[in-house]
């Protein structure tokens, strides 16, 4: 994308009709890919205005929105013909995204994702937020970007514990709606808890099934009007676990929900045994946990009960019927989530 020749960047923002942009970087992907993004817009003609945030989850809140806009005001910007290009990994587009969503009661904006999350998942879709209180993305907008861009090149530079945070994600998809998918991640490339990911050659293959999955999943319902989600899987109870515990990453919090919810399907006989164990196998192969101490049965009871509020009243509760498939669960108990979770104890007990 950010080849001198390639032009498809410096077209889109030339479509506006102006010529200074507000590019907002993340200051990690600035310091590995700066002097590359500067000098592809200058081979483009286009003058932006950098802004370089150094943001993460512990600043993903109202103020940093605000901040941003406080610096959107001191530029000499139109708010039609200059849009906001977001480079960064989900927690920066959700903020622009966000801010995009509000400055001046909305402002074009372009996504750029450079983590794994943020090109299979965060970069795609509508949805904006920050964190509010004890919340994540608490506060937040459906606001479509005009354009976003996937491209696997700032990928090298990412640290393999958010290679693997992406991973997760793209195991999620595949559990729910791609078994062949699952069985191309089952593969080399998670081996060594992803280390190879990113210069193996299915990583184009992986990433393109994942997008598409994920488009697929969320086009017919962007705007969250059915809320039995299958991209939800693995998201019940890791919340709790991702701001509760220590040092949890996103991902790795969805893959203890994720190892739960397949031990709860494995319990109602909706999973085999050997299904259950290809699920914690390739979690594992892959570098992620399956279980956590945090998983508490207040809890797990304080999740559930978070949940049914969330999804306006019901469980909707995504779990594995075989790999590749998935189905709602309506009338769970905290005991039987209890019993998913002391399955995952046992199994991880006898590694
Ligand atoms: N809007 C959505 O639909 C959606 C979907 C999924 C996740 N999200 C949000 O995304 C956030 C998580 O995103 P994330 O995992 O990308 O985390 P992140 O944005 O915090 O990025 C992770 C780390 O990687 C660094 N980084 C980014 N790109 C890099 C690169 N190319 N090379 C080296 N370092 C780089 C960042 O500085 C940061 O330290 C969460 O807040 C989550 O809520 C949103
Ligand atoms: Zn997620």
Redesign the pocket.
Known sequence: MLEPHNSVLGDALRSYGGNTPVVII????DS??GAKIRDYFRSQEIAPHYLVR????SK?GLTAVEELAAALDALPIRRRTDPLVAI???????VV?FLASIYRRGMPYIRI??????LI?????????V?AGRH??RL?TYWAPDRAFLPPE??????TR?IR??VA?IIKLAIVRDRELFALLEGTITENGCAGFVSHPQLESVCVAAVSGMLEELAPNLWEHDLRRPVDFGHTFSPALELGAEDM???ESVACDMALCAAFSYNRELLSWEEFERIVRTLRQSGLPTVHQYFTEPVIASSLAEAIRHRNGMQHIPVPHSIGQAVFIEDSTVTEWIAARDLCLKEESNR
């Open positions: 993340d200051r990690t992907v590995h890919h150094d943001l993460d989850e993903k960064g990994g989900g927690v920066l587009l959700d995204g994702p450079t983590t794994l999350v943020g998942d965060a970069g795609i879709g509508v949805k904006t937020g964190n994540k993305n937040g700032f990928l090298p530079t990412l640290d958010h945070n992406g994600e990453l996103h991902g």
